[in-house]
């Protein structure tokens, strides 16, 4: 089918667009021979494996902006990406070639992916603990969630735009712009904590966890300034713990949600963009109807500017140490900014940029190292790592806690392609593990505590 569209394409198409056609139509068929083989090897609906979700954020990345080009005519304005693509003035023919490397990228994925998911799951288990009360410690987790939301409200600074919101703590000493880090780790993993204990309960906070999600996803567009990422995991996350909790979400209904999420997103960005102005907004809507969101070109715009870097020979100097920058933010209270690529290309390319304007991830890392060949082994770690996730999890997957740790790692997976490979296992080892010990200790502890009050107060038989 991709060699007749290719074909027609051939007949049809003027050679500019030609330049970008066949490595798109690969990505689709890619993709496409991706979901055959997986369905054939796990069995169950697809919309609950890491790596269909992740693989179509990939796939997204690649033809939305290439759909951009297509409309622009490769025509770029001034300013058109605010970054360092247009100011390169690509050819079709470079758009193209650097389409090659996406796919490249999502090749690696799939046979790694592929390669070590294994077949169906084993047998359900059962709850590790039967369920219980989880009442206490729902309302501890929804209480201390809210107090944090109160506490980072009162100690941040004004915030008037988008970049503001990533300095609001910077007039804080060292010492309470940590105290304010522990309460931003328990309100970002305790979402996911919470909403897993919800699920467990479906029928008893039904109404209550999609009331929390409306909630928690519009404080978290409007205390950042529009910022979608942290939004996007908790739609995602949510609808993960609907699928493994309640009911199974076939792909047709999990394809419309993800391209719900993505016109949704579209519309917040056009939102940012136009100052928050509604009206706005409205306006360019009827005059040019809703544009795809640059979010879409974000990676592919830095890849390539850097792999054009790579093959002038003007890569700016790096040290060798931020190729293990992943690993060095297990560290705690280290400067996590010295050796991290995204720091160091805002340093060399945006120096009076307030924070790093911009996604760096695999692509682009890539070219600072190794090339293709770099991208391709990245890309096959990077499968692989998810396959073994899934493989673990499904065998566990009607555990509480091995079910909040894959959720996480579904839900946030984007931020493998926007920031890097490992990033999620030191966000994990942040974020997430720290809430779910606290609930661990605060469960026990109620446990014990309603053992000894039993205990206590014993029935007195009279005679």
Known sequence: MTIVIWLAALAILDQNTMEVVPP??????????????????????????????YI????????????????????????????????????PEQIGRHLWRHNIFILSLVIGYLSLRGGVASPVLGERFTIHNDKPTIVFLLSGILLCIVAISVFSAPVDDYYDHYTRFDHLSWVWRRILYIFVIFKT????????????NYKEYKFLVFFLLIASVGYEIIYSYGSRIEALSLLIGFAGFYHFKVKAIDLKKGSLYLMTLVVFFTLVESYRAADFDFSLVVDQMVGKGLNIAYEFGSVFYTSFHLYSERLSGFMPQHDWLMFFGDFLNFIPFVDHTAFNSQYWYAQNYFPNAIVPPQTMGPLADSAIWGGEIDLFVRGLINGMLYALLARWFYNRKNLIWPLVIYVYFYATCIVALKYSVFFQLSALARYVLPVIIISVIFKRSGDIFERISDKKVQPTLRI
Do not use: H, Q, W
């Not at 993993?189 to 467990?200: C, I, Q």
């Open 56 to 91: 179509g954020f990939v796939v997204a990345y690649t033809i939305l902006p290439t759909v951009v080009f297509l409309k622009l005519n490769f025509d770029f304005p001034s300013g058109f990406d605010t970054l360092n693509f247009s100011v390169l003035d690509p050819s």
């Open 24 to 53: 798109i139509l690969v990505t689709g068929a890619l993709f496409f021979t991706f979901c055959i083989f997986l369905k054939c090897i796990v069995r169950t609906p697809l919309f609950g494996e890491i790596g269909f979700i």
């Open 189 to 200: 993993g305790g979402y996911y904590v919470l909403f897993a204990l919800m699920f467990r």
